[in-house]
């Protein structure tokens, strides 16, 4: 994915995803750092290769997994 910075909304809250900056400037970093209201929350790990809707994907899948659904939502 070409993005370096993406915006999710789960559970009617904003997520922002930034890629960490490569040591090495040829290649994309992995790992992108996820942050609600500000605050740094954890780290995902994809692929520079996958498309948009695959990271959007991943990424709501990670914050399911991380925080769970909230009881008496469906999920998305």
């Known amino acids: 994915m070409r993005y ?3 915006s999710l909304t ?3 809250e ?3 995803f930034e890629r ?3 040591k090495n400037h040829s290649s994309d970093s992995r790992e992108w750092a996820v942050s609600r209201r500000g605050e740094f ?3 995902l790990t994809c692929a520079p290769e996958v498309t948009t809707k695959e990271f ?5 899948a990670w914050l399911r997994e991380l925080l769970g659904a909230v009881p008496g939502s469906t999920g998305s």
């Open 10 to 12: 789960w559970q009617g």
């Open 41 to 43: 929350i954890g780290t």
């Open 14 to 16: 904003a997520f922002r």
């Open 56 to 60: 959007e994907l991943r990424g709501l």
């Open 20 to 22: 960490f900056q490569a």
């Open 4 to 6: 370096h910075t993406r």
